[in-house]
């Protein structure tokens, strides 16, 4: 059985960061990319970006990159955002996933197989 467990979230005003984590169990962590997303009221999901499993490649979606940045520690199958300089509409409920197959990358949340339950962030501003 594979878990992912968010934890991290919460309120802060504009302009300031939080990090977020992301604690995997049940799966070879280190052999799986590891996405983020978000889902704000009434929008559909979006990603955010991903780290691969070497820790080599990394994708940003454009209304994060410069501010948000995915690291990884595989010694302790747990993944991280650290989330700079956010805005009012970084506000949403943000998820961590792992990717479907061992050693693939992708960017669709239709690449990603296990999620996390969700951890709210909300920017005031």
């Known amino acids: 059985q594979v878990q992912l467990v968010e934890s991290g979230g919460g309120l802060v005003q504009a302009g300031g960061s939080l990090r977020l984590s992301c604690a995997a169990s049940?799966?070879?962590?280190?052999?799986?990319?590891v996405g983020w997303f978000r889902q704000a009221p009434g929008k559909e999901r979006e990603f955010i970006g991903a780290?691969?499993?070497?820790?080599?490649?990394?994708y940003y979606a454009d209304s994060v990159k410069g501010r948000f940045t995915i690291s990884r520690d595989n010694a302790k199958n747990t993944a991280y955002l650290q989330m700079n300089n956010l805005k009012p509409e970084d506000t949403a409920v943000y998820y961590c996933a792992t990717h479907r197959y061992a050693r693939e990358f992708g960017i669709t949340a239709s690449t990603y197989d296990y999620w996390g339950q969700g951890t709210q962030v909300t920017v005031s501003s």
């Open positions: 780290l691969s499993w070497s820790g080599r490649t990394t």
């Open positions: 049940g799966r070879t962590f280190i052999t799986y990319t």
